[in-house]
């Protein structure tokens, strides 16, 4: 049994009659002995209490010394040999040793009684002190429970505590990025077109398996300031893009506007009129018409180009002589005339007369310019001064990557003002959760190859369907678009392709030697 049997742990040692020191506590008081991790009440409970739990629960007060002094002495002499100290300590050190237990509870009592006061005299602490130290050199004392030391378990704890807290940090970026993201998305048109109840042909286990390890997104630039509806009109531009899912490489082509092909089930014409039908029937033109299974689309108005710009602080664009010197039918240069009819519709120059600035339309000479809004979405609609439709979709690939290169280094502010200004301006059916991973991995993303379609065609008047472009053929067109955007030899097109390459051919009577022009791929910088 333990000399401190008496001992109570919210009031401290017994004192032979004095009254009790009363702990910090007095409603609740903690078991701290080892192998305890949780607080034990012990109010009104008597309870054996050992020399070692004292110095436990008085630990930090000062007193921890003294006790290993005791304990060490108390060692030695149950093993019958005298305890060491110095002889400045003698008096004090031996007398507490040779008294047996009553001493040493004298000793406690003593002790209790000096926390309570706090009133030992300075002779009493000097020879404690010399006392502790004489001990200590030959019995070291054990490291203290919670220690930090290197190898203890409070260093352990406060480096997993601190892991915790940075994990927690990120975490909540993460969150805060993710939030504001979903925020802004919710200015977004979305549409709940599912892409399973979009046709595709019927494609053969190999052709299905090298596209599932691509994503392929299919984008309309719609001309819609008559109506102001991203559902109906014609679109100016049609581009497809895949992305390897593996390498993030991206190929990109842009479908000519004019191409002759099926737009639906019993009809042929220019496949840009697929769209004014709805979004559905321009999935599956491209779907049908090119073998593909495509994942998902985005269509943006006339002006949501203008305003990404602006807000990425413009483009650096070429602008050559031609365009300069080539009129439109107004009598303005080509590309000053687009500018000043995209101003009009935007009313971009409210100040101005009409709305649009003439200083934004003229260029005395041939160079690189810092372009804004406006004069970028005019840049793209050019015509006669850069190659007709083909230079024009050329264009717009090259500004389309320029657009992709300065979003990755966009700062919160410049992403905030697209967000806010363009998001109402674009329908989508491609879930958030895509659109946020696309968004956060964007600096990984690389374009590859780009080119428009068709590869080898010819134009020329069909019917009353007007100017087209003429695959010639689809088939063989079809096969290198394949190995352009999935990296697939000797692709077989489908039988559904097959068929409509042979009506497109016998309406317009071209084959493949019948091609009087091949579009080559671009220039990537």
Same mark, same amino acid.
């Given at each position: 049994?333990?000399?401190?049997?008496?001992?109570?742990?919210?009031?401290?040692?017994?004192?032979?009659?004095?009254?009790?020191?009363?702990?910090?506590?007095?409603?609740?008081?903690?078991?701290?002995?080892?192998?305890?991790?949780?607080?034990? %009440?012990?109010?009104?409970?008597?309870?054996?209490?050992?020399?070692?739990?004292?110095?436990?629960?008085?630990?930090?007060?000062?007193?921890?010394? +003294?006790?290993?002094?005791?304990?060490?002495?108390?060692?030695?002499?149950?093993?019958?040999?005298?305890?060491?100290?110095?002889?400045?300590?003698?008096?004090?050190?031996?007398?507490?040793?040779?008294?047996?237990?009553?001493?040493?509870?004298?000793?406690?009592?003593?002790?209790?009684?000096?926390?309570?006061?706090?009133?030992?005299?300075?002779?009493?602490?000097?020879?404690?002190?010399?006392?502790?130290?004489?001990?200590?050199?030959?019995?070291?004392?054990?490291?203290?429970?919670?220690?930090?030391?290197?190898?203890?378990?409070?260093?352990?704890?406060?480096?997993?505590?601190?892991?915790?807290?940075?994990?927690?940090?990120?975490?909540?970026?993460?969150?805060?990025?993710?939030?504001?993201?979903?925020?802004?998305?919710?200015?977004?048109?979305?549409?709940?077109?599912?892409? +399973?109840?979009?046709?595709?042909?019927?494609?053969?286990?190999?052709?299905?398996?090298?596209?599932?390890?691509?994503?392929?997104?299919?984008?309309?630039?719609?001309?819609?300031?008559?109506?102001?509806?991203?559902?109906?009109?014609?679109?100016?531009?049609?581009?497809?893009?895949?992305?390897?899912?593996?390498?993030?490489?991206?190929?990109?082509?842009?479908?000519?506007?004019?191409?002759?092909?099926?737009?639906?089930?019993?009809?042929?014409?220019?496949?840009?009129?697929?769209?004014?039908?709805?979004?559905?029937?321009?999935?599956?033109?491209?779907?049908?018409?090119?073998?593909?299974?495509?994942?998902?689309?985005?269509?943006?108005?006339?002006?949501?180009?203008?305003?990404?710009?602006?807000?990425?602080?413009?483009?650096?664009?070429?602008?050559?002589?031609?365009?300069?010197?080539?009129?439109?039918?107004?009598?303005?240069?080509?590309?000053?005339?687009?500018?000043?009819?995209?101003?009009? *519709?935007?009313?971009?120059?409210?100040?101005?007369? %009409?709305?649009?600035?003439?200083?934004?339309?003229?260029?005395?000479?041939?160079? *690189?310019?810092?372009?804004?809004?406006?004069?970028?979405?005019?840049?793209?609609?050019?015509?006669?001064?850069?190659?007709?439709?083909?230079?024009?979709?050329?264009?717009?690939?090259?500004?389309?990557?320029?657009?992709?290169?300065?979003?990755?280094?966009?700062?919160?502010?410049?992403?905030?003002?697209?967000? %806010?200004? *363009?998001?109402?301006?674009?329908?989508?059916?491609?879930?958030?959760?895509?659109?946020?991973?696309?968004?956060?991995?964007?600096?990984?993303?690389?374009?590859?190859?780009?080119?428009?379609?068709?590869?080898?065609?010819?134009?020329?008047?069909?019917?009353?369907?007007?100017?087209?472009?003429?695959?010639?053929?689809?088939?063989?067109?079809?096969?290198?678009?394949?190995?352009?955007?999935?990296?697939?030899?000797?692709?077989?097109?489908?039988?559904?392709?097959?068929?409509?390459?042979?009506?497109?051919?016998?309406?317009?009577?071209?084959?493949?030697?019948?091609?009087?022009?091949?579009?080559?791929?671009?220039?990537?910088?």
């Amino acid at each position: 049994m333990s000399n401190f049997e008496d001992f109570d742990l919210r009031r401290g040692p017994a004192t032979n009659g004095r009254p009790r020191p009363q702990s910090r506590n007095m409603d609740r008081d903690y078991d701290v002995r080892p192998g305890r991790s949780q607080y034990d %009440d012990r109010r009104g409970s008597d309870f054996s209490y050992d020399l070692e739990d004292e110095v436990d629960m008085y630990d930090g007060y000062g007193e921890y010394d +003294e006790y290993e002094a005791r304990r060490a002495s108390r060692a030695s002499s149950a093993s019958g040999r005298r305890p060491a100290a110095s002889h400045s300590s003698s008096g004090r050190s031996a007398g507490h040793h040779s008294s047996g237990h009553s001493g040493a509870r004298k000793s406690a009592s003593r002790s209790s009684a000096s926390r309570g006061g706090r009133s030992s005299s300075s002779r009493s602490n000097s020879s404690r002190a010399k006392a502790t130290r004489s001990t200590a050199s030959r019995h070291p004392a054990p490291a203290r429970r919670g220690s930090g030391g290197r190898n203890g378990n409070g260093g352990d704890k406060r480096k997993k505590r601190r892991t915790v807290i940075v994990v927690e940090v990120v975490l909540l970026l993460v969150l805060v990025v993710i939030f504001f993201f979903w925020n802004k998305f919710g200015k977004v048109n979305w549409d709940n077109l599912k892409m +399973e109840d979009v046709e595709v042909n019927k494609l053969d286990e190999e052709t299905l398996g090298v596209l599932d390890g691509y994503t392929t997104y299919a984008f309309f630039g719609v001309d819609n300031r008559s109506n102001g509806d991203l559902d109906k009109g014609r679109s100016d531009t049609i581009m497809l893009v895949s992305i390897n899912k593996e390498t993030n490489d991206v190929k990109m082509i842009s479908v000519q506007r004019d191409t002759l092909l099926r737009v639906n089930d019993n009809s042929y014409g220019k496949c840009n009129s697929a769209y004014s039908k709805g979004r559905k029937a321009a999935l599956e033109m491209l779907n049908t018409n090119l073998d593909l299974q495509i994942d998902g689309y985005v269509s943006v108005d006339f002006d949501a180009l203008a305003s990404i710009v602006d807000a990425l602080g413009g483009l650096d664009l070429e602008i050559t002589q031609k365009m300069i010197d080539t009129k439109d039918e107004n009598g303005l240069n080509d590309l000053g005339g687009k500018i000043a009819e995209v101003e009009r *519709v935007l009313k971009y120059c409210p100040d101005k007369k %009409d709305y649009f600035d003439p200083a934004d339309c003229t260029f005395e000479k041939p160079g *690189v310019y810092t372009l804004n809004g406006p004069q970028v979405v005019g840049y793209c609609r050019v015509r006669y001064s850069v190659g007709d439709d083909y230079g024009r979709a050329e264009n717009q690939r090259k500004v389309l990557k320029l657009v992709l290169e300065k979003a990755k280094k966009a700062n919160i502010a410049q992403l905030n003002e697209m967000a %806010d200004k *363009v998001f109402p301006k674009i329908s989508t059916n491609i879930p958030k959760t895509e659109i946020i991973g696309m968004a956060t991995s964007a600096s990984k993303f690389n374009i590859q190859e780009s080119n428009g379609f068709p590869f080898d065609l010819k134009s020329m008047t069909v019917g009353k369907k007007g100017s087209c472009v003429v695959p010639c053929t689809l088939e063989s067109n079809v096969v290198k678009l394949h190995k352009l955007m999935y990296n697939q030899d000797d692709y077989n097109p489908t039988e559904e392709v097959k068929g409509i390459s042979s009506h497109i051919q016998s309406e317009t009577g071209c084959s493949e030697s019948s091609a009087v022009k091949t579009q080559e791929p671009d220039k990537l910088d």
